[in-house]
Structure formats: structure tokens, C-alpha cells
């Protein structure tokens, strides 16, 4: 499952980024559904929001090409040897290393930049302009929080005390 997903991650996003690449880098942005969706090539240098991209880029190598990789290293190892994940955390974590991985591959393909062009929002009001494994880095971290409240709720065993 986890090998599945992870491609999945992978392939899709970085076959939106294809896409947008190619239809996009020289265009103006695209506006649909009444300017909700908004296509806009970009290429990003720091991280999520732009985080990092002023920084030194040997300092923003390090950070977001090697220290963000083996964070991925380290999570999927854990995936793999932990005894008390649930399948519901594995789904996470795996949309989570799937994400940052096809991100990661941006990073190491395009000279430390990631390729982003979705941006959604209503007039002024939007969001910083992302891409699909984005998407699914929140999906994962989204499914890694509901395991945890799920977990952390009383179980009910039927069994009632009057």
C-alpha cells in the first residue's frame, strides 16, 4: 500500500507540474470558476508560503534538499518498522513522504526550486500560490490528526454501569 500510494503521490504531481510548465511558464495567469481557481506558474525557492527563500541558497540546500530529505528517509523507516502505526497513520504518513518527496525531486531537477501554480481564493483574499503534493502533504498531516483524536477518544465496549 504504502509503495502504491507513494507512486501515486509522485506520478500525479509531478505530471500536473509537467503540464503546468508547459501551458503556463510563458503565460498570463488563468482565471476559472469566477477567478476561485486562479493558474499561475511559478517557481518557488523556499519552502511552503515561501519559507526560506531569502535565505543563502547553499543555506536553503541544506535545509530544504538534504535536511528535508532525510527527514523523508527517516519517516518512511519508521513506517516500515514501527509496530504501533495504524493503517490509518500509514495512509498519512505516506501521502506526507509521497508530497514532499515529488517536491523534493522539483527541488533536485529544477536547481532547488519547486514548481507551484494553483492559487485559490475569493477577490483579494487567496492563498499562496501551491501545487498538488501540497495538497497532499496536508491531506496527510489532515489524516494523521483525525487518527489522533480518534485515538484519544473513550472506546465504548457496550457495556454500561447504571
Not at 494553483?118 to 498538488?132: C, D, M
Amino acid at each position: 500500500m504504502i509503495g502504491i500510494l507513494l507512486v501515486t503521490c509522485i506520478g500525479c504531481d509531478q505530471t500536473t507540474k509537467h503540464m503546468a510548465q508547459s501551458s503556463l511558464e510563458t503565460a498570463a495567469p488563468q482565471s476559472l470558476f469566477n477567478d476561485v481557481l486562479r493558474l499561475q506558474y511559478t517557481e518557488n525557492p523556499g519552502g511552503m508560503l515561501s519559507f526560506g527563500a531569502g535565505m543563502p541558497a547553499s543555506v536553503r540546500f541544506w535545509f530544504l534538499t538534504v535536511f528535508v530529505g532525510l527527514l523523508l528517509v527517516g519517516i518512511l523507516a519508521y513506517m516500515f518498522v514501527s509496530q504501533q502505526i495504524s493503517p490509518f497513520q500509514t495512509t498519512g504518513l505516506s501521502f506526507i513522504v509521497g508530497g514532499g518527496s515529488s517536491n523534493l525531486l522539483d527541488r533536485i531537477l529544477h536547481d532547488g526550486h519547486v514548481i507551484d501554480f494553483l492559487n485559490i481564493g475569493i477577490g483579494t483574499v487567496r492563498t499562496a500560490i501551491f501545487n498538488l503534493a501540497d495538497v497532499m502533504i496536508l491531506f496527510g498531516a489532515a489524516l494523521l490528526l483525525l487518527s489522533s483524536t480518534h485515538k484519544n477518544q473513550p472506546q465504548d465496549d457496550g457495556a454500561h454501569q447504571d
